[in-house]
């Protein structure tokens, strides 16, 4: 399993199994397989392959600590930018009714589920039905909020 940088231009590391790529990177193997399939460019910065690209820099690739110190330099940086990975998740709006204050954005339903202790779905279904959540929270998503402003 070999990476690249984002113009594969340069070979940056070479795993010997994805195995091994799955436990350090900490990628699944549904994440992998599908930027191996469409040659997309994973965060920012890398492209998978299992082949070399011909007419790039082979040599100098980084070490193994210099490699996951970037790729996790690049990961943080990306989730921090992006609020997530799921490209269709939306950040959801979390008004309280009487004491607007104490309102406060997070960035997906999972990441609003996980801090109310339900499940997604109790969080999809507010959404969808507007009721009043634990009696004083109000959920939307933040296109919608800004929608309505």
């Known amino acids: 399993m070999l990476i690249y940088n ?15 790529l799955f436990s350090m990177l900490h990628i699944g193997r549904t994440t992998l397989n ?6 997309e460019v994973y965060i920012g ?12 820099d082979n040599t100098n690739a ?16 990306f989730k921090d930018q992006h609020g ?3 490209s269709n998740a939306r950040s959801i709006l979390i008004t309280h009714i009487s004491d ?14 996980r801090h109310f202790s339900v499940d997604k779905e109790i969080i999809r279904s507010h959404l969808k ?8 929270w109000v959920l939307t998503t933040n296109k919608r909020a800004t929608d309505e402003q």
């Open 45 to 56: 910065h890398f492209v998978f392959t299992d082949d070399i690209i011909e007419g790039t």
């Open 84 to 86: 997530g990975f799921a």
């Open 62 to 77: 980084l070490s193994m600590d210099e490699f996951v110190a970037l790729f996790l330099s690049k990961y943080r940086s």
């Open 129 to 136: 039905s507007g009721k009043v959540f634990r009696g004083c």
């Open 6 to 20: 984002a113009d594969c231009t340069q070979l940056l590391f070479v795993f010997l199994s994805r195995t091994q």
């Open 100 to 113: 607007p204050s104490q309102s406060f954005t997070l960035s997906s339903i999972r990441a609003t589920a």
């Open 34 to 39: 599908a930027f191996l399939n469409t040659g």
